[in-house]
């Protein structure tokens, strides 16, 4: 029995799976950011449009 090889491959599907993980996490934290970034941009826009008018 290659235990071994079993433990090498059970490391990669391991890490593999820590590294989409933490790509997904990383994605959606700047996707997040993104997001917080327009709708304040968007609500510093209709403040200033109340007050022009």
């Known amino acids: 029995y290659d235990f071994a090889g079993h433990y090498g ?6 890490s593999i799976r820590e590294f ?6 990383n994605l959606w934290l700047s996707f997040k950011q993104q997001i917080i ?12 449009n109340c007050e022009a008018l």
Do not use: M, P, R, T
């Open 9 to 14: 491959l059970a490391c990669i599907k391991l």
């Open 20 to 25: 989409l993980v933490s790509g997904a996490w």
């Open 37 to 48: 970034e327009s709708i304040s941009a968007l609500s510093s826009l209709n403040h200033d």
